[in-house]
């Protein structure tokens, strides 16, 4: 392992890591207000990807990158204005089915509309090539505007949150929503504005990292049980805990990736030879680059038995 | 001001009002008294549309009835609310800055004013006010609602849990808003505070208000007292 294998694959694993605080980031707050675990968050950040690269090709890749957000942002608050608060006299638990049913709605709209291959949402120009190259490894641009991108949205959210009125009201209704509404400030419109933000926001996540990785149908099932983990491991409704998380197991997944290094191959230069005739053959000798796509929900299970409440999560009454 | 006619109210399939009927002029301290789970706390979250509510609720004239509890808390209705409910991660001036209905709220109240009525909250106003005492937050909370400029203020168990002389506080406080022309529902438990202050009394047991008459009348009225009041 040198140095610059380190370098790429924590650059990698940073921008893997803040977009997935992007897509967390609004299901998190969504949590922590309104107690409603979407479902269909991820499905958001898809229909940010098709948005943008249906927009791309009638008003060019930048205005799309902006409109895509903003109509998906209204359809999430659309979403929740005549659907999600209509259900909430029923509990939580038929706001969470709406949100999954609503999953699943998406997702054949999606296939009736750009069928069920990958669609061909290319870099624009300005994106294409590599930032950098150190000993014969690339940074592709891509990543870098993911990581740009990631960190504006990180500062622009935490500019609302502490020093706007309106992060104020959602500050304290995250904790308090019926005293914040006694107190004559419109909740169930922060409810909306929130719900739709982290929408865009997720929208905004997909349309920069569908061209980046791929858009396809199958794209928000990828992420949407990662941001699940993230949302737990960092703990429900910490924003803090969110990018902690996110940048723990985005760095994590990335190195585990590049890794292929079984307890076989540790063994070797001990001496000790791992045959398959030897018991426990296949358990030895996977590479840690095979078991990659487990370790976030490995992590979730020893944070559920460990830390319950996530590592920057408090306990909720 | 503020009419309750057959009022009733319920949490969920339990009814906890049967009939609540009372009035408060503009600029009147009513003090609204019973044992616990008599339905005080319940009267104001009626008030305030926090609860579901039949019968005849107005408010100036206008029915209230079904609304909203921002949109009647934007009507000129303040509730401090029983346990306080400050916001622990918010500083004591952003405590007060949420009281004000809009950015640029021109009431009655300053945060001056605020600052001169209890001076401690300006020594402490860009502290946490989870970390505030007891009767800190209960000063916060009485001023987080007047920064909403209400011509009405509901205020519940105010003196709960607090020290004598903070309680004596939240009396001259008290006053001080009927100086102003604000109407008070103050609810207690404790009669000292309430026969004090208070122009009129109501007395509730069983979700129904069993006794209306100045503190005077209810002082010589031992048998409502021993019935409705005493423990």
């Known amino acids: 392992m040198n140095t610059a294998f380190i370098v790429i694959s924590l650059m990698n694993g940073i921008s893997y890591g803040l977009l997935l605080f992007m897509l967390s980031a609004g299901l998190t707050l969504i949590f922590s207000m309104m107690g409603v675990l979407n479902f269909a968050h991820a499905s958001f950040y898809m229909l940010g990807a098709y948005f943008a690269y249906s927009l791309m090709g009638v008003i060019g890749f930048w205005p799309a990158l902006i409109i895509a957000p903003l109509a998906v942002g209204l359809i999430g608050a659309l979403f929740e204005r005549y659907s999600l608060r209509r259900v909430h006299r029923f509990g939580h638990v038929a706001e969470l089915l709406i949100t999954f049913g609503l999953s699943y709605l998406v997702l054949e709209v999606v296939q009736l509309l750009w069928g069920r291959a990958a669609v061909p949402y290319a870099l624009p120009p300005a994106l294409q090539g590599t930032l950098f190259t150190l000993y014969d490894i690339q940074f592709p641009k891509s990543r870098s505007f993911i990581m740009l991108v990631a960190v504006l949205m990180l500062v622009a959210v935490w500019l609302l949150l502490t020093r706007t009125r309106i992060g104020l009201i959602i500050q304290a209704a995250l904790k308090n929503p019926e005293m914040v509404e006694a107190l004559g400030h419109n909740v169930p419109r922060v409810f909306m504005f929130v719900f739709g933000g982290g929408a865009a926001l997720a929208a905004l996540a997909g349309a920069i990292a569908g061209n980046t990785y791929v858009t396809e149908p199958s794209m928000a099932a990828a992420v949407g049980s990662i941001i699940f983990v993230v949302v737990v491991v960092g703990g429900m409704g910490s924003l803090s805990g969110a990018f902690v998380a996110s940048l723990l197991i985005g760095i994590v997944q990335t190195f585990a990736v590049a890794l292929d290094i079984s307890v076989a191959t540790v063994l070797q230069p001990l001496g000790i030879s791992v045959s398959p005739q030897i018991f426990g053959y296949a358990l030895l000798s996977l590479t840690i680059s095979q078991m990659a796509p487990i370790l976030p929900y490995l992590f979730l299970v020893l944070i559920l038995i460990f830390r319950p409440n996530g590592l920057l999560g408090t306990e909720r009454g | ?231």
């Open chain 2, 1 to 231: 001001m503020l009419t309750l006619e057959g009022v009733h109210a319920y949490y969920g399939k339990s009814h906890i009002l049967h009939g609540v009927t009372f009035d408060i002029a503009p600029g009147e301290i009513v003090a609204l008294l019973g044992r616990n789970g008599s339905g005080r706390s319940t009267t104001a979250k009626a008030i305030m549309g926090m609860v579901k509510v039949e019968g005849a609720l107005r408010w100036k004239q206008q029915s209230i009835l079904y609304h909203k509890p921002y949109e009647i808390a934007r009507m000129g209705i303040g509730y401090v609310p029983e346990n306080r409910e400050i916001f622990p991660n918010l500083t004591v001036h952003q405590n007060l800055l949420l009281g004000q209905k809009r950015s640029r709220s021109i009431g009655r109240w300053t945060f001056d004013d605020m600052y001169a009525m209890f001076p401690r909250l300006k020594e402490r106003q860009h502290t946490d006010a989870g970390v505030l005492s007891g009767g800190e937050q209960q000063m916060l909370t009485l001023c987080r609602t007047l920064m909403g400029d209400p011509d009405l203020i509901i205020i519940d168990e105010p003196t709960e849990g607090l020290a004598p002389k903070i309680v004596e506080l939240v009396g001259a406080y008290i006053l001080r808003l009927k100086e102003r022309g604000i109407s008070v529902l103050l609810i207690e438990q404790k009669l000292t505070i309430a026969m004090s202050v208070s122009d009129r009394a109501l007395v509730m047991g069983h979700g129904q208000i069993v006794f209306s008459g100045t503190p005077a009348a209810l002082e010589n009225a031992p048998a409502v007292r021993a019935e409705w009041l005493e423990v």
